[in-house]
């Protein structure tokens, strides 16, 4: 089954702006993390949150998570053109802790 | 920073033959993992393995899938007969607590 969603698929912003990306999931967690690929290269760990928080920061991003609507956005500040990535997002749920991912938001940044 | 190496990058693989894919996780994780990715698909889960068995695995990982922690240091996926579908890039993920580390992957074309 599909677990995490994200929205939107592609997003195309300046350099300079915040670039918001969504996620949004059907089943309890235990936690949710955000990932960045490369075209064709390896899966980078960003972020996780855990289903008790809802807010987490490092550097330029920010994580939000609320578990009542089941979503998550992932906001990243000053966008610079090597932030030219996807985003992923990945749930891992209290029975174990596998990870269920998205389709990914392709974001360009655009000198 | 601690770092999952996989070896090939890239390995090239004619239809029916076997090959093994290489991974060597952070010395102090406890749990292990084999994802893949289609390309332009979502990240798929294929297996887990703790304590010297696998823990969990997807409908994906049928009998031509086997993992192997051989020495106590690598971790390997071996695809029996490949199939032109098994062609992907695959990851493999290590964790101690609530964190995977990702490898960079080893892209596997099919012929």
């Known amino acids: 089954s599909q677990q995490g969603e994200e929205d939107p698929q592609a997003l195309s912003i300046q350099e300079g702006e915040n670039a918001t990306m969504n996620c949004s999931y059907k089943?309890?967690?235990?936690?949710l993390q955000w990932y960045r690929q490369n075209s064709g290269r390896g899966l980078v760990h960003l972020i996780l949150?855990?289903?008790n928080e809802r807010e987490k920061h490092s550097g330029r991003l920010r994580v939000t998570l609320d578990t009542s609507k089941k979503s998550s956005s992932l906001l990243i500040t000053a966008s610079r053109a090597a932030d030219t990535a996807s985003y992923f997002c990945?749930?891992?749920?209290?029975?174990?802790?596998?990870?269920?991912w998205g389709a990914g938001t392709k974001l360009i940044i655009k000198p | 920073e601690p770092e999952v190496t996989q070896t090939p990058s890239h390995q090239v693989t004619q239809m029916g033959q076997e090959v093994i894919l290489r991974c060597v996780p952070i010395s102090n994780h406890l749990y292990f993992y084999w994802y893949r990715q289609i390309l332009g698909q979502k990240v798929e889960f294929l297996v887990s393995f703790y304590n010297n068995e696998i823990s969990e695995k997807s409908e994906i990982f049928d009998d031509q899938f086997s993992v192997e922690r051989p020495d106590g240091s690598n971790f390997t996926l071996k695809i029996r007969s490949t199939k032109l579908e098994d062609s992907a890039m695959y990851f493999c993920a290590s964790r101690q607590h609530y964190g995977y580390t990702f490898g960079s992957g080893t892209r596997l074309t099919v012929v």
């Open positions: 990945a749930t891992a749920s209290d029975s174990n802790y596998q990870l269920i």
């Open positions: 089943t309890s967690i235990n936690n």
């Open positions: 949150i855990r289903s």
